[in-house]
């Protein structure tokens, strides 16, 4: 009898898990005002990307990080592992180079892609962060 093996995990679903990672470490900080912003830019980010496109929604962020720990520097590090499914450090700047330099089609398939990650931020800033859109 043959066993019924797990189906793995669908693009979908670990766009969904790794912002609901991302997001519920923000939600367990005693930073108030962290995690204020941080879901305040959650909710932001979707209609950003679809208005100005990801390269200049990303270096918007870019600009207005400071500092490696503000709300903006977090959102932009958070929303780099998931798109690029990647833990380390360096996925911000892999995400940064690929939005400035990739082809066209590669560049919408990014963006699509960055787009479908950051409404599961959305959606989980108003989860787990109580923030309202």
């Not at 995690?35 to 207005?64: E, T």
Request: include cysteine; glycine fraction near 6%.
């Amino acid at each position: 009898m043959n066993a019924i093996q797990p189906t793995p995990h669908t693009v979908d679903q670990r766009r969904a898990s790794g912002a609901y990672t991302a997001v519920e470490t923000i939600a367990h900080q005693h930073d108030v005002k962290l995690k204020k912003d941080y879901g305040g830019l959650c909710l932001k980010l979707p209609a950003l990307i679809h208005q100005c496109g990801l390269c200049q929604a990303l270096a918007f962020y870019q600009a207005k990080a400071k500092s490696g720990d503000n709300a903006h520097s977090k959102v932009l590090k958070d929303l780099a592992q998931v798109v690029l499914e990647r833990e380390d450090n360096g996925a911000l700047d892999v995400l940064l180079k690929q939005s400035r330099t990739s082809p066209l089609l590669e560049y919408l398939g990014l963006t699509r892609n960055a787009m479908a990650c950051s409404t599961w931020f959305k959606r989980y800033a108003e989860a787990l962060l109580k923030e309202k859109s």
